[in-house]
């Protein structure tokens, strides 16, 4: 997917949306490729290859692109979205089986082969469900429709007089039964072949059968057998397993380097082109001592690079004013200044990473010119481009599959291990393996972009907040609008040359600005001695916003809570709330304080969230649970520290995670608005996790802490 | 440099050419065809390449392949009982207890050693015991109850 085609499908693009071109420029010369042993085409789908890679036209491209039903009543649903944890498969599968009349067994769903499947973007933004989900819909809402048809003619009946259900057409009262297969078998072939019809319409929400029901998991007794095949799991006939010598830093560029003491071991294909160096080998062992024997041997220069202990006054010093955005609303500077209380108070948010469990993995397989690789990417389009640009073929020659992932949270939208796989194969003559270590993954993948975030508030004599103003160094513009309602309000964002490679993020820059600014309206609501419920309410008529927030509150007693807390306890209450991507959340957090020890731990956390009719219930709690959790994770103690152009804690042991014992007494209240449209639920849900905890942790003890991680020198986490 | 080392796994005696230097997850992976144990970290610090030694819980990660040899190992691929899946697995599908699902087979893993030593764990010494298991998808809460559902089972993921 062209950069121009994501700017049309997200609307606001989000700007930290990684968008790079190939990172090695090869040197090609024209070479016979190997003829790579034991291939075979592996598309047991049927549908044409002439409509592959077609760009789903919303509804108007043939529905053989976008399903296909074998003679033995297979019905095969196609999308290039990817699983990577998020629950896609199953949301997919359940709208299909939905609109056909199914059970979601009868439905095998191919993600992501780009041989078979449509062009549906990234795995990005929290689109599957507003966009994805809908165009899966229509398509089989429109085949359902043709096979009543196709039925009706075929046996001479009206139409009216049949029905669909259980994946058969029906005569009313079920008399006669036409099986799918058999009304596509035969003289009938063509019938998926056509375009679907116009008008057709989706099953209304009020009649869902299998949307809006807690279908499990699709492909879990195949993950707790350990069957399913992950991107670094793949294995092809011959393969060889890769690796890449990295440089010691960021600005370290390769003055020379020796092949000859890695080629001196046994069955080591190694190569240098430009400043790519990589090594494959039978076994990832050799592979990684032909790229130690190697790296001895290189010599690299190094320039100076900034240090995370310099960051937040790095990015203030390298904003761009030229390509800032500004929103302003009334005279928001003449209010800050002529107002009874100005406050002003300034975010840290610092760099942090995705770090899924699977890090980056690829496999690729020439033959005879062609390209096929396996790998884990949020977008596969895109990489697909990428290798095409980068090996000087046509996209068309160039087969990309996502197997079902482990782990993206938007960490995974680039294509580096793909790349660097089909270098090594093409140099072996073999399909090549690259899997990424957990070093190389927190350091050569890329982070949440670290941020400065100045505030500034002002109140009235009676507590209203008369001013805003939100300046976001870096992070990001996602949710920089605030919900509430105020009349004089100025947001701005700087983008900053920053030291590190930044990218999407679950949730994005929302994770920062929601941060920031649910803290400043507790510091707002303290200086006006307002419950920092009751003085959201007061500024809040988004009725969505609201809606959250007291379904939130309830749910943990806010009222009762506000009260008990008491410093002689150390337990603090806290809440924080906001919208992003159309969704809702707020979250109430109960923290309990070792004010000797200067420790805290997170004891409860309550969040109510809303994203228009629920599909799945139990994946969207887990999706909610989780992001709750991950939240957690930089609100305790994720951070990326650098310098001279390394990262100092690229390990697990050295970046901690948020694990079992972290995990607070947790409650989820979905609010299923089966009026509204459905939209994404697995990205906002994060955002509110982090102001609760340090507007609680502030009502425990009166320490205000501005910075994620939420820690200084007064307070940490336990 | 290889050596021939001789181990059980999964039930059946093995034998493998490898370097005794590489690792057991390496070898599992990449001369033994059995993928389900996971790299996350190589550093002992996720339990993604849990798999078990002479029934207790170890990291694959870190046990050189002739730390093996004639002992007994157990992966994920050895719990299923011909079609029929161990109480752990089924509690795990049960309680929707993955996401991604890349730490499963290390969580299920460790919850077998568990079980095998203590069939009525409370939630405190399920979270001791699995407290290393990473998952990034932080799908925790799942994963809790679908240790308490499978050992609620009693005595079959005990003695399985």
């Known amino acids: 997917m062209n950069l121009q085609r994501y700017i049309e499908e997200f609307p606001e693009p989000e700007r930290y949306e990684l968008y790079e071109g190939p990172r090695y420029h090869f040197e090609l010369t024209r070479r016979e490729f190997v003829q790579v042993l034991g291939t075979g085409v592996l598309i047991s789908v049927a549908a044409p290859a002439a409509f592959a890679q077609r760009s789903s036209d919303r509804g108007s491209a043939p529905l053989a692109e976008r399903l296909h039903i074998a003679a033995d009543g297979t019905i095969t649903v196609l999308t290039g979205k990817v699983e990577v944890g998020q629950g896609s498969r199953t949301q997919i599968t359940q709208a299909a089986a939905e609109e056909l009349r199914v059970p979601v067994d009868r439905i095998r769903l191919v993600m992501a082969d780009s041989a078979v499947v449509p062009d549906d973007g990234g795995t990005a933004g929290s689109r599957t469900t507003p966009s994805t989900v809908p165009t899966v819909r229509k398509a089989c809402a429109a085949a359902r429709q043709l096979l009543l048809d196709t039925a009706a003619k075929k046996f001479q009946l009206d139409a009216q007089s049949l029905e669909v259900r259980d994946g058969q057409v029906q005569g009313l009262g079920g008399d006669r039964t036409f099986g799918y297969a058999s009304l596509v078998a035969g003289e009938h072939e063509g019938v998926l072949q056509r375009e679907a019809p116009p008008g057709v319409a989706v099953i209304a929400v009020s009649e869902w059968r299998v949307l809006g029901t807690s279908t499990p998991r699709i492909g879990s007794r195949e993950i707790v057998t350990g069957a399913h095949q992950y991107p670094s799991d793949i294995t092809r006939p011959g393969m060889l397993h890769g690796v890449v010598l990295r440089p010691p830093s960021y600005t370290a560029e390769l003055e020379a380097v020796d092949l000859d003491p890695a080629r001196a071991i046994e069955n080591v294909i190694a190569v240098r082109d430009g400043d790519f160096v990589g090594f494959a080998a039978p076994t990832s062992f050799t592979a990684a001592q032909a790229r130690d024997a190697a790296a001895l041997t290189a010599r690299w220069n190094t320039g100076s690079h900034p240090s995370s202990d310099e960051l937040y006054d790095h990015l203030r010093s390298h904003a761009s004013d030229r390509r800032s955005r500004r929103d302003e609303k009334g005279s928001p500077e ?232 008491n410093t002689p306890r150390r337990v603090g209450v806290g809440l924080g709330c906001g919208t992003e991507k159309g969704s809702y959340v707020a979250t109430c957090a109960e923290v309990q304080v070792d004010p000797d020890a200067g420790t805290y731990r997170v004891v409860k956390a309550c969040t109510a969230f809303e994203c228009g009719a629920v599909q799945n219930p139990a994946n969207l709690k887990a999706q909610v649970e989780g992001s709750v959790i991950q939240g957690l994770g930089a609100v305790l103690e994720e951070e990326i520290h650098f310098r001279d152009g390394r990262i100092l804690n690229p390990r697990f042991s050295q970046y901690r995670v948020p694990r079992f014992r972290d995990v607070p007494e947790l409650e989820t209240v979905l609010l299923d608005r089966k009026d509204l449209p459905s939209v994404g639920g697995s990205e906002t849900p994060i955002i509110a996790i982090a102001p609760a905890i340090a507007n609680a942790l502030f009502n425990a003890v009166q320490a205000r802490i501005r910075s994620l991680p939420l820690r200084d020198d007064r307070y940490r986490a336990v | 440099m290889t050596a021939t080392l001789e181990f059980t796994l999964n039930g059946k005696a093995r034998q493998v050419e490898a370097d005794p230097r590489r690792n057991l997850l390496e070898v599992l992976r990449e001369d033994l065809g059995l993928t389900g144990a996971k790299y996350g970290c190589g550093e002992g610090q996720c339990r993604s390449c849990m798999v078990l030694l002479d029934g207790r819980p170890i990291q694959s990660c870190l046990t050189r392949i002739d730390a093996v040899a004639g002992h007994r190992v157990e992966t994920i691929e050895g719990l299923v009982d011909g079609e029929r899946l161990h109480p752990v697995q089924r509690a795990f599908i049960e309680a929707g207890a993955m996401q991604c699902g890349y730490c499963v087979p290390g969580m299920i893993l460790n919850t077998v050693a568990l079980l095998r030593e203590n069939d009525s764990p409370t939630r405190a010494e399920i979270i001791e015991a699995l407290d290393g298991n990473l998952c990034r998808c932080c799908g925790y809460g799942n994963i809790l109850r679908a240790v308490e559902l499978a050992a609620k089972s009693g005595k079959e993921a005990a003695t399985r």
């Open chain 1, 334 to 565: 003449e209010a800050l200044d002529s107002a009874h209380r100005t406050l002003r108070e300034t975010y840290h948010i610092a760099y942090i990473q995705h770090a899924p469990m699977e890090p980056r993995a690829a496999v690729a397989e020439w033959n005879d010119g062609d390209l096929t690789v396996w790998t884990g990417t949020q977008q596969p389009s895109r990489v697909r481009d990428d290798l095409a640009r980068t090996f000087r073929i046509p996209s068309e020659r160039v087969r990309l599959i996502v197997p079902d992932t482990g782990g993206g949270f938007g960490g995974k939208h680039s294509g580096e291990a793909a790349v660097e796989a089909a270098r090594l194969a093409r140099e072996a003559g073999k399909p090549v393996s690259v899997k990424w270590s957990r070093e190389e993954e927190f350091t050569w993948a890329y982070f949440r972009p670290a941020g400065v975030i100045d505030l500034a508030g002002a109140l009235d004599t009676e507590g209203r907040l008369t001013a805003w103003e939100h300046v976001n160094f870096n992070s990001g513009a996602s949710a920089i609008a605030t919900p509430y309602d105020v009349p004089n309000i100025r947001t701005e964002y700087k983008p900053c040359d920053q030291p590190l490679r930044s990218g999407s993020y679950r949730a994005l820059a929302s994770t920062a600005n929601a941060f920031a600014r649910e803290c400043f309206m507790d510091e707002l609501a303290h200086a006006a001695r307002i419950d920092p419920l009751e003085f959201r309410l007061r500024h809040l008529t988004h009725e969505r916003v609201r809606g959250v927030l007291l379904a939130a509150a309830e749910r943990f007693a806010w009222k009762s809570a506000w009260k008990r807390q």
